[in-house]
């Protein structure tokens, strides 16, 4: 199989880093090109800067459109800002993506939508195995206790822009999605205030967010009774866990028609 040309979005980023260094680094991709805000500090050097590696004669740009045609995948993990723009433009060209940035909106999951009538998309907001695992345990416990309160805490490190994490929503949904209930009626993000008793297991969800550190990322979601708790955790020791899953969502790619598909589909267990 030849190389895949691979485009980086959010190159200057911490998992843009990250993706840049493994797929520089694997036999079946080549890095073609890197993507970052016209006002970032690494526009117009070359990629090395970004991983510690030796130059690659790549530079960074600040426009995606000059890299599509060459380009056979595009991997962005940014900002919805800039995802949307150069989703739509790949859309365009024809590049399936792999998008791991949060914090859409139903509006801007409208767009993703019409995109993915175009291309491929695989869109997650957490590509570790551990998590997707976890996706379907805790989509199986809420609906078996269903009159337990599920609360959701969620740990990042301290430069960490949206709240709460893609990850945590991922889990809230599948909570909704197994006891039939709506997510923007249900989720319940930071309590504050003199009264703030719980509105019951069907009417609320809770998340909490802690911005900390260097946490890679850590959620814990509590299924609690009148005379039992449930626990379950997962924890990121390093943003391998995060990068691997993108690889492994790259080949799963390749050949997939146009929809768009969750990292559950990658490892099989949608």
């Known amino acids: ?129 551990g998590i997707n695992l976890l996706l379907g345990l805790v989509e199986k416990a809420a609906a078996a206790v269903s009159d337990f309160d599920v609360e959701i805490i969620e740990h990042h490190h301290n430069q960490k822009i949206d709240a709460p994490s893609g990850t945590a929503a991922m889990l809230a949904r599948e909570v909704c999605k197994s006891r039939n209930l709506q997510y923007e009626k249900t989720v319940n993000q930071g309590r504050c205030g003199s009264n703030v008793k719980r509105g019951g297991p069907q009417a609320e969800i809770g998340i909490a967010a802690v911005r900390a550190g260097g946490i890679i990322g850590e959620h814990q979601v509590i299924l609690a009774g009148k005379d039992e708790k449930i626990e379950i955790n997962h924890s990121a020791l390093n943003r391998r866990a995060f990068t691997s899953g993108v690889v492994q969502a790259a080949l799963w790619l390749t050949d997939k028609p146009p929809a768009l598909y969750s990292m559950r589909h990658v490892l099989g267990f949608a």
């Open 1 to 129: 199989m030849s190389e895949k040309n691979v485009v980086i979005v959010g190159a200057a980023g911490r998992m843009g880093r990250k993706n840049l260094s493994i797929f520089s680094e694997h036999s079946s991709f080549k890095v073609s090109g890197a993507v970052e805000q016209p006002h970032n500090e690494y526009i117009g050097q070359d990629i090395s800067l970004l991983t510690g590696g030796s130059k690659q004669n790549i530079k960074v740009s600040s426009d995606i459109s000059v890299l599509l045609d060459k380009a056979d995948i595009v991997i962005d993990f940014s900002h919805p800002r800039a995802t949307l723009p150069c989703l739509q433009q790949a859309a365009d060209a024809r590049v399936p993506c792999i998008i791991g940035t949060t914090g859409f909106s139903s509006a801007d999951m409208k767009i993703i939508n019409k995109a993915a009538a175009s291309i491929a998309v695989v869109l997650s907001g957490n590509y570790s195995t």
